[in-house]
């Protein structure tokens, strides 16, 4: 079933020190566009968040909130690790007694020395935390967008039957039409008081017809139409075929209105033109 791009999803997660909630907002676009809002101080996880959002949509404009919070609990813990500070100075201080210095080690020496590390490297990192989150709001979204896909889809079929039921309308009106041009080309030709050649006034009154007929446009459409309908069905994002085919569908429409001389045809390629659009108007909501 075909997915809507319009579609909303949250997703929250805790652990190693940090609280994350991820919001996903997707709007309409012919291509994929990424928004990434609060994570300008970390670009590394911002491009994960990026590349996760490709992988999960194809089509649309998606906007990514993203709220962080630092536990309190770890908030409060050392920022170095003082155990290791402690192992460094102890060595410092073998080293003066071993060669007798005159100086004990100082704050400088220690950095000197590289004993002023993080207390948890992996702690204080938010991208696993973050990308939880996401998943999380990505599975929302995808779900939210499906739901508002299966209405797209009623839409869109409602349209198509509308189209397709106008069409056999024409196909039906047809041979009147082809009756009727026949015949006034007959009287026209039989006001003229002139002799003509029965086959060759047959062979003329047959190209004019033909020159009216729009049975190629009628079966062209006819053929888009039922594309669209088996693509509704589809699981793949087909929003841009959609969008071509309403423009073609449009386009055979135009020609068969340019062709006909008949009013009722006429009449109907108008409510055809109406119903095409609005059936280009709603494909631009799918993905």
């Known amino acids: 079933m075909i997915s809507s791009m319009t579609g909303f999803g949250m997703g929250t997660a805790k652990g190693s020190g940090w609280s994350a909630e991820v919001t996903l907002r997707t709007l309409n676009n012919r291509f994929l566009s990424v928004r990434v809002r609060a994570l300008h101080d970390r670009p590394q996880v911002q491009v994960q968040v990026e590349e996760a959002i490709k992988r999960a949509f194809k089509r649309g404009e998606v906007g990514v909130s993203v709220l962080l919070d630092r536990d309190a609990a770890a908030a409060e813990q050392e920022v170095f690790s003082l155990e290791m500070i402690e192992r460094y100075l102890d060595g410092l201080r073998q080293v003066v007694e071993q060669f007798s210095l005159p100086e004990q080690p100082t704050l400088s020496d220690l950095i000197a020395v590289g004993a002023l590390q993080q207390a948890s490297g992996e702690e204080d990192d938010p991208g696993p935390i973050i990308d939880e989150a996401l998943q999380e709001a990505i599975v929302a979204t995808r779900a939210a967008r499906a739901k508002e896909g299966e209405h797209l889809a009623g839409e869109i079929e409602g349209i198509l039957k509308r189209i397709l039921s106008l069409t056999a309308q024409v196909e039906e009106r047809l041979p009147e039409v082809q009756h009727e041009l026949r015949t006034r080309m007959q009287e026209k030709i039989a006001s003229l008081a002139v002799d003509v050649d029965p086959a060759r006034m047959e062979m003329e009154i047959a190209l004019v017809v033909e020159r009216y007929d729009v049975q190629e446009e009628i079966a062209r459409l006819q053929g888009h139409i039922s594309r669209a309908r088996s693509l509704l069905t589809s699981s793949e994002p087909v929003g841009k075929e959609l969008d ?32 095409v659009n609005a059936f280009k108007e709603q494909v631009q909501n799918v993905e």
């Open 244 to 275: 071509f085919l309403s423009q073609e569908m449009l386009r055979e429409v135009n020609t068969l209105g340019s062709k006909s001389r008949d009013l009722a045809i006429n009449g109907l390629v108008i409510d055809m033109k109406l119903a």
